[in-house]
C-alpha cells in the first residue's frame, strides 16, 4: 500500500498513526524565490519545544533587507506579461491542488511538527489541523477558474462591464496558535485570485510554514513565480476575541456542558474563538458548574506526541505567565476557584485545566483574553439582561447559544454582535462559511466567497458601441 493509500485508511478509521519522533528539522532559512537563503544580517534565533522547554533548532532570523528582497520578487512575479499573470486560470487551480496533494503525502511529517513546535494535540494536528488546511486549499482551488465580472445594462450606445482583478503582492502575517491552518487561509485565496504573497510566519511557530515552502517547490517551476515567496521575520499576530456562550435552561445539558467545554479548553484554550465569556441561566447554574468541573478534571497533561495525553503546554513561557497572573487576578477579584488554578508538573509550560464560577463582569478574567485553559462561568436571569452583557465587550469575533426554542435561538442569533454565532454547538466550520469579526476582532472576512473579495479589485470597462453597428 502507498504512503496516500495508507493515509486515506488511517482517515477513513479514523485511526492515528504514531508521530516521528525523531525528526530532523531540515527546513530553517528564508523562502524568497524558490530558494533558501541565509538572513543578510546573519543572525538567528531559536525555536523551543514548549512541552520540554528545549531547543528544537535556530531559525534564519528575517529584518527589513530581507523582507525588501521578498517583496521585490513577489512585485517581479506579479508584473503584467510574467508567466504568472498570464497563466490560465484554471492551471493556477491545478497548482493549488498539486501542493494540496504533497501535504496530504506529507500530512505525518506536518502533524509532527505542528505538536512538537506548537504543542498541539499530535492526533488533532494529523486529524483536524491537516484536513482543514487540504480542505481550504482545495476549495480555492476550485474557485481559481470562476472568478468573472458580469455586463452592465446602460445606455444603448455604450457596452459595460466588469473585471475582478488581482490586487498585487499580499503581506500575509500567521498567528502562532494555528500555524499551517491559517497559512492555507491566507495563502488560498490569494494565490487562486492570482496574486503573489509574502508571508510572515510567527516567531515562535515558523516550522510548518517552512516546510509547506519546500513543498511548494517541489509543484514545479511555474508555481514558483507565484508563491514561492516567503520570508521569516519576528513577527506574531492573533485575533482579538472574548466570545460569549449562552446557556438557557431549557437546553440540552449534556450537550451544553460538553460544547462549552470544548469552546474554551481546545487547543489549551488558545483559539481566538474559544467561548472564553460562559454565561448559564439560573436556574441551572450551581448543576452546570458541577458538571463543568467534572469534565475539567478529567483531563491528562503531557507531552502532546503521546497518544494518551489530552492537554499539551501553552505556546511559551510569556503566555504561560500572562495566564497564570489573570488566574491570580481571579482568585484575588472574589471568583470561586472550582478546579486547576495553577501550573502542572516542573518542566514545560503546562497548566492546570482551571474552571471559574461566581465570575462578575468586571473582574479581569472577564474582560482579558486569557488564551489560555480556563473557564469562567457567569450567572444571568433573562434575555435582555444577557444580550446587553454579551455585547458589552470591544470585540466581536464569535458567540454561541444553547437552546431548544427555535424562536429564542433565532432572536438571539440576531442581537449578538459576533462575526459567527452558533447555536447548540462550537466550533462547527467549513472553508464555504466566512469567518471574520464585528468591532475590534479584525476587519473584511475569511474563507468561503466572501474570502476572495480581500484579494481582488472591481474595474468597470465601458466601450462606446459605433453607432454605425448599433
Same mark, same amino acid.
Given at each position: 500500500?502507498?504512503?496516500k493509500e495508507q493515509?486515506?485508511?488511517?482517515?477513513?478509521?479514523?485511526?492515528?498513526?504514531a508521530?516521528?519522533?525523531n525528526?530532523?528539522?531540515?527546513?530553517t532559512?528564508i523562502?524568497?524565490?524558490?530558494e533558501w537563503h541565509?538572513?543578510?544580517?546573519?543572525?538567528k534565533?531559536?525555536?523551543i519545544?514548549?512541552a520540554?522547554?528545549?531547543?528544537i533548532c535556530d531559525?534564519?532570523?528575517?529584518?527589513?533587507?530581507?523582507?525588501?528582497k521578498a517583496?521585490?520578487?513577489?512585485?517581479?512575479?506579479?508584473q503584467?506579461?510574467?508567466p504568472?499573470r498570464t497563466?490560465?486560470a484554471?492551471?493556477?487551480?491545478?497548482?493549488l491542488?498539486k501542493?494540496?496533494d504533497?501535504m496530504?503525502?506529507?500530512r505525518?511529517?506536518?502533524?509532527?511538527i505542528?505538536s512538537?513546535?506548537g504543542g498541539k494535540?499530535?492526533s488533532?494536528?494529523y486529524?483536524?489541523?491537516?484536513s482543514?488546511?487540504?480542505?481550504?486549499?482545495r476549495y480555492?482551488?476550485?474557485?481559481?477558474?470562476?472568478?468573472h465580472?458580469?455586463?452592465?445594462?446602460?445606455?444603448?450606445k455604450f457596452?459595460?462591464?466588469?473585471?475582478?482583478?488581482?490586487?498585487?503582492v499580499?503581506?500575509?502575517i500567521?498567528?502562532?496558535?494555528?500555524?499551517?491552518?491559517?497559512?492555507?487561509v491566507?495563502?488560498?485565496?490569494a494565490l487562486?485570485?492570482?496574486?503573489t504573497v509574502?508571508?510572515?510566519?510567527?516567531e515562535?511557530t515558523?516550522?510548518?510554514a517552512?516546510y509547506v515552502?519546500?513543498l511548494?517547490?517541489?509543484?514545479g517551476?511555474l508555481?514558483?513565480?507565484?508563491?514561492?515567496k516567503s520570508n521569516?521575520k519576528?513577527?506574531?499576530l492573533?485575533?482579538?476575541?472574548k466570545?460569549p456562550?449562552i446557556v438557557?435552561a431549557d437546553a440540552?445539558?449534556d450537550?451544553?456542558?460538553?460544547f462549552a467545554h470544548q469552546?474554551?479548553f481546545?487547543?489549551?484554550?488558545?483559539?481566538?474563538?474559544a467561548a472564553?465569556r460562559?454565561?448559564?441561566e439560573e436556574?441551572?447554574?450551581d448543576?452546570f458548574?458541577?458538571?463543568?468541573?467534572?469534565?475539567?478534571?478529567?483531563y491528562?497533561?503531557?507531552n502532546p506526541?503521546?497518544?494518551?495525553?489530552?492537554?499539551g503546554?501553552?505556546?511559551d513561557?510569556?503566555q504561560?505567565?500572562k495566564?497564570?497572573?489573570l488566574?491570580?487576578?481571579g #482568585?484575588?477579584? &472574589?471568583a470561586?476557584? *472550582?478546579? !486547576?488554578?495553577g501550573?502542572?508538573?516542573n518542566?514545560g509550560?503546562f497548566?492546570?485545566? /482551571?474552571v471559574?464560577?461566581n465570575v462578575?463582569d468586571?473582574?479581569?478574567?472577564?474582560k482579558?483574553?486569557?488564551f489560555g485553559?480556563?473557564q469562567q462561568i457567569?450567572k444571568f436571569?433573562?434575555?435582555d439582561?444577557v444580550v446587553?452583557?454579551?455585547n458589552?465587550?470591544s470585540y466581536g469575533?464569535?458567540?454561541?447559544?444553547f437552546?431548544?426554542?427555535?424562536?429564542?435561538?433565532?432572536?438571539?442569533s440576531?442581537?449578538l454582535q459576533?462575526?459567527?454565532?452558533?447555536?447548540n454547538?462550537?466550533g462547527?466550520?467549513?472553508p464555504?462559511a466566512p469567518f471574520g469579526?464585528f #468591532?475590534m476582532s &479584525?476587519n473584511?472576512? *475569511?474563507? !468561503?466567497k466572501?474570502?476572495l473579495?480581500?484579494y481582488?479589485e472591481?474595474?468597470?470597462? /465601458?466601450?462606446?458601441?459605433?453607432e454605425?453597428?448599433s
Amino acid at each position: 500500500m502507498s504512503s496516500k493509500e495508507q493515509t486515506s485508511a488511517n482517515l477513513a478509521e479514523g485511526a492515528v498513526p504514531a508521530p516521528l519522533t525523531n525528526l530532523k528539522i531540515q527546513y530553517t532559512k528564508i523562502f524568497i524565490n524558490n530558494e533558501w537563503h541565509d538572513s543578510v544580517s546573519g543572525k538567528k534565533f531559536p525555536v523551543i519545544n514548549p512541552a520540554t522547554e528545549e531547543k528544537i533548532c535556530d531559525v534564519e532570523e528575517g529584518d527589513k533587507e530581507d523582507v525588501d528582497k521578498a517583496v521585490k520578487a513577489a512585485r517581479e512575479a506579479f508584473q503584467f506579461g510574467s508567466p504568472w499573470r498570464t497563466m490560465d486560470a484554471s492551471e493556477r487551480g491545478r497548482l493549488l491542488n498539486k501542493l494540496a496533494d504533497l501535504m496530504e503525502r506529507d500530512r505525518l511529517i506536518l502533524a509532527t511538527i505542528e505538536s512538537i513546535n506548537g504543542g498541539k494535540l499530535f492526533s488533532n494536528a494529523y486529524l483536524m489541523d491537516i484536513s482543514t488546511s487540504l480542505k481550504i486549499i482545495r476549495y480555492y482551488a476550485s474557485w481559481a477558474d470562476k472568478i468573472h465580472g458580469s455586463t452592465i445594462p446602460i445606455d444603448g450606445k455604450f457596452f459595460s462591464y466588469t473585471r475582478h482583478e488581482p490586487i498585487g503582492v499580499c503581506g500575509q502575517i500567521l498567528p502562532w496558535n494555528f500555524p499551517l491552518v491559517v497559512l492555507a487561509v491566507k495563502i488560498g485565496p490569494a494565490l487562486c485570485c492570482g496574486n503573489t504573497v509574502v508571508v510572515k510566519p510567527a516567531e515562535q511557530t515558523p516550522l510548518s510554514a517552512l516546510y509547506v515552502a519546500s513543498l511548494i517547490k517541489e509543484v514545479g517551476l511555474l508555481i514558483k513565480e507565484a508563491a514561492g515567496k516567503s520570508n521569516l521575520k519576528r513577527v506574531s499576530l492573533e485575533l482579538g476575541g472574548k466570545s460569549p456562550c449562552i446557556v438557557f435552561a431549557d437546553a440540552d445539558l449534556d450537550s451544553a456542558v460538553e460544547f462549552a467545554h470544548q469552546g474554551v479548553f481546545f487547543h489549551q484554550g488558545q483559539c481566538c474563538i474559544a467561548a472564553s465569556r460562559l454565561f448559564v441561566e439560573e436556574a441551572i447554574y450551581d448543576k452546570f458548574v458541577q458538571r463543568s468541573v467534572e469534565r475539567a478534571k478529567k483531563y491528562t497533561l503531557g507531552n502532546p506526541l503521546n497518544p494518551e495525553v489530552q492537554q499539551g503546554p501553552q505556546i511559551d513561557k510569556e503566555q504561560y505567565t500572562k495566564i497564570l497572573d489573570l488566574i491570580e487576578s481571579g #482568585k484575588k477579584e &472574589g471568583a470561586k476557584l *472550582e478546579c !486547576g488554578g495553577g501550573p502542572f508538573g516542573n518542566k514545560g509550560y503546562f497548566i492546570q485545566p /482551571t474552571v471559574f464560577s461566581n465570575v462578575t463582569d468586571e473582574m479581569r478574567i472577564a474582560k482579558e483574553e486569557i488564551f489560555g485553559p480556563v473557564q469562567q462561568i457567569m450567572k444571568f436571569k433573562t434575555i435582555d439582561e444577557v444580550v446587553k452583557r454579551a455585547n458589552n465587550t470591544s470585540y466581536g469575533l464569535a458567540a454561541g447559544i444553547f437552546t431548544k426554542d427555535l424562536d429564542k435561538a433565532l432572536t438571539i442569533s440576531s442581537a449578538l454582535q459576533a462575526g459567527t454565532v452558533w447555536v447548540n454547538c462550537y466550533g462547527a466550520s467549513s472553508p464555504q462559511a466566512p469567518f471574520g469579526g464585528f #468591532k475590534m476582532s &479584525g476587519n473584511g472576512r *475569511e474563507l !468561503g466567497k466572501y474570502g476572495l473579495h480581500e484579494y481582488l479589485e472591481v474595474k468597470t470597462v /465601458t466601450v462606446k458601441i459605433s453607432e454605425k453597428n448599433s
